[in-house]
């Protein structure tokens, strides 16, 4: 008679990739949902592009490297790369522009590293950050204005406008996104006189708001499920607040909290692109930390930057730093002394 | 005082001297595969270059400008940094053994990084004065260390993934290097200098 023998852990939860990429998904219904409704059919098209994009270029690329086909594909972490993407795009940025963005992030950002579990670089994040330096002007001028009639064209319209064709075929729309028109215009004027400008609506940032609210019940429900620990977006959100309230107390000068909090991809970054598992630290320590730079770095490029909005640049330039985080913030083994790092530890 | 501060913010971030003016590239290829030994390397570069910066601007403003011979800049520098390079190998090895075993070959190896001689020729050329070379010089260095120990804990990792056979070793560093560049644009337009 024969014993197998099996390590641990012996207990197993239920938790696989898929599930949990299931319940990311599943996750972003209430920003989706209150990015149809203020911005149109443009957010739908876009996601299912950028998926059936994704999927495409990651069974080529597991095709061309010979391996199996369903494992790969089941995990379901091209579709979220594909969802996440589709929201963050401008709704009416042209097919190319997410065409570049999605192949760039599955392709170059996550199979040449190996895929899924690999790679250093969030895809997504590279993907948008790529098209947000390569076209500047397609990924900033497509967002269109909430209160503007353009978001409430049907289905066929959105369809003729994104993929350029038919008679319906428009140039450009030109409508900024709140966070840029505050920081353009600040300079000239006071906050009263800015918010005067309809894209800021009766509350903070007419249709933001409630995009950002849903992404954040979203995140909230996905700490709930334990399927993103609280540390980086809490981290994200405190460091982003303090430094907002510390060096941009008077909204008369630079972009206030509120805006910074509730409008551009805030929400989005903080519970769905930062907690990405793969690319961040593993440590709760390390976790806080790559949380609380991510709201710095946010918070500098947004204001003293060029870019409008920053959560893409800082979640790549903090995920450039993950490695190092984890290397000095590895927790203590039971039963031993603090490992030393840096010089003469591997002596 | 704030000008050097911006001058510090511009070389470590805005203008990386690897990551967006692209110098210094060879030792960040090349010494990047340890954690260990990018320490040690970058802890040499910035002693190195913080202070051939200011004895090139020395060189040049009261040796090259006097003599109206500054056409002969670039052979000087070369020859100051080599100077400079050598004495510190010196002064290391006799002051502190336990440091001169640590930098170990990286300092000689210094005397190679284009980043060294650019800097000394971008002091000339952007006619910084003697604090502002010395802070040029220190903020190249400052960066040039961020970047490269950043990038080798990044590559301890993917020396460890499953890359595709024909993207092994310096090609996916170079990839991963590219896709760092494109996170540092986004501090383009901070400070304009």
């Known amino acids: ?347 | 005082m704030t000008d050097y501060l911006l001058i510090l913010v511009s070389t470590i971030l805005v203008n990386n001297f690897v990551l967006v003016q692209f110098l210094g590239l060879c030792p960040f290829m090349g010494v990047s595969n340890k954690l260990e030994t990018a320490m040690g390397m970058s802890l040499a570069t910035t002693f190195v270059l913080t202070l051939s910066s200011l004895c090139s601007y020395l060189s040049f403003e009261y040796l090259l400008k006097p003599l109206g011979i500054e056409f002969l800049q670039t052979i000087t520098f070369i020859l100051v940094i080599a100077v400079v390079v050598q004495f510190t190998e010196m002064v290391v090895r006799k002051t502190s053994p336990m440091l001169y075993r640590v930098l170990g070959i990286f300092l000689p190896l210094i005397t190679t990084n284009c980043a060294v001689l650019g800097v000394a020729l971008l002091n000339i050329k952007k006619q910084n004065g003697f604090v502002e070379s010395i802070m040029y010089g220190f903020g190249a260095a400052v960066g040039f260390s961020l970047v490269l120990v950043l990038f080798s804990a990044m590559r301890e990792r993917i020396a460890v993934a499953d890359v595709p056979i024909h993207f092994k070793g310096s090609a996916i560093g170079m990839v991963t290097a590219g896709l760092m560049s494109l996170a540092f644009l986004g501090f383009s337009g901070l400070v304009d200098i």
């Not at chain 1, 239920?14 to 990015?35: E, W």
């Not at chain 1, 790529?130 to 500047?136: K, T």
Request: proline residues 6%.
């Open chain 1, 1 to 347: 008679m024969s014993f197998l023998r099996i390590s641990s852990p012996h207990a197993r939860g239920k938790n696989s990739t898929k599930s949990v990429m299931q319940q990311v998904a599943l996750a972003t219904m209430p920003g989706f949902l209150a990015l149809f409704y203020f911005f149109g059919w443009g957010v739908f098209i876009n996601i299912i592009w950028c998926v059936l994009l994704a999927v495409t270029a990651e069974t080529a690329v597991l095709l061309l490297r010979k391996r199996p086909l369903s494992f790969y594909l089941s995990d379901y972490s091209a579709v979220v790369t594909g969802i996440l993407l589709g929201l963050a795009l401008p709704p009416f940025a042209p097919w190319w522009v997410s065409a570049i963005a999605t192949l760039f992030a599955i392709i170059v950002a996550k199979q040449l590293y190996g895929g899924m579990g690999m790679n250093p670089f969030n895809p997504a994040m590279v993907g948008y950050a790529l098209v947000l330096i390569s076209f500047p002007v397609a990924m900033t001028t497509n967002w269109s204005n909430p209160v503007n009639p353009t978001g409430t064209a049907d289905f066929l319209t959105h369809l003729q406008w994104i993929f350029g064709f038919g008679s319906n075929a428009i140039d450009v729309f030109t409508a900024a996104t709140p966070l840029d028109i505050y920081k353009h215009e600040i300079a000239a004027s006071t906050e009263a006189v800015v918010r005067q400008s309809p894209a800021f609506g009766s509350f903070i940032s007419y249709g933001w708001e409630w995009v950002n609210i849903g992404f954040l019940l979203g995140g909230l429900y996905l700490v709930l499920r334990k399927i993103i620990s609280w540390h980086t977006p809490v981290a994200l959100l405190v460091s982003l607040s303090i430094l907002s309230l510390a060096l941009g107390w008077d909204a008369d000068q630079v972009t206030p909290l509120s805006i910074h909090l509730l409008s551009g991809g805030t929400m989005l970054g903080a519970f769905f692109i930062a907690t990405d598992p793969v690319t961040g630290p593993s440590s709760p320590r390390g976790k806080l930390i790559f949380g609380a730079g991510i709201g710095v770095l946010i918070y500098i490029i947004r204001t003293y930057g060029n870019y409008p909005d920053a959560v893409a640049f800082a979640v790549l330039l903090m995920n450039f730093a993950a490695p190092f985080i984890d290397y000095y913030t590895q927790p203590r083994t039971y039963g031993h002394s603090r490992s030393k790092r840096g010089f003469g530890g591997n002596k």
